[in-house]
């Protein structure tokens, strides 16, 4: 008959201490993790390019700005409200609030050489909130977001993400007519991960500043999604 093996007190403790090493370790790494500068800056612009965009919506009887498919782009309509001109050249250091310092990524040369790009832009708007077909009073067809006081649950509704690609940049004029086909069209769903932990920042609706992964973003809830009173919008 064969015997049972058991184990002694001895390897119990030293498989306990270990574990428990372990835990400590871990513990440790997480309390003293810090955001980087690249980090707490990229925040920052966030953080002015929401207070830009709640400015812009006061002025426009709370309507967000829009992509500007047929008209200036969210970043133009947002130039006045962060104070900054419009530089006849590539000029980043006079759009430094459009970049983050993570975002290494270099436009291609095309985009440099055409006299609408300006400077290389590290986000994208909430499509689903920022692009909305809108009617004036005459039924003609504008391009602008929705509107402020529509919405609920603001602090569940991302605002403006990172997106870190190389044709993602800030630009003059009407983007029908100098966006290449395919090109940094301002997607709804960036799933980079910018920052360290695989992480990005996010701006909510409500003007605060998330650090998270992109999973974290569509569970247990979608943030991506507009709530009108007791129903889900989705566009598509």
Known sequence: MMKRKYFSLMELALVLSVLMLGMVMTVSAVSRWKPSPAILTCAANLKKLGQATFMYADDHAGFLPGTGVMENNWKMKLFPY???GTA???????Y????????????P?????????RAKNSYCA???????????????SLSGGRNLKDLWGPDTIILFAEDHTAQNTV?????VKWNRKGAFEYPARSSGRCHDLKRSNYLMLDGAVEFKEFEDTNTPEDLWL???GKNWDILN
């Open 126 to 140: 909430n499509f689903f909130i920022i692009d909305y077909d809108l009617e004036d009073k005459n039924g003609d």
């Open 88 to 94: 006849p050249k590539w000029d980043p250091a006079a």
């Open 171 to 175: 630009g003059l004029g009407p983007s």
């Open 109 to 117: 040369p095309y985009m440099q050489d055409v006299p609408v790009y």
């Open 82 to 84: 962060l104070k900054i």
């Open 226 to 228: 507009i709530r009108f």
């Open 96 to 107: 430094s609030v459009f970049h983050c310092p993570a975002d290494k990524n270099t436009p």
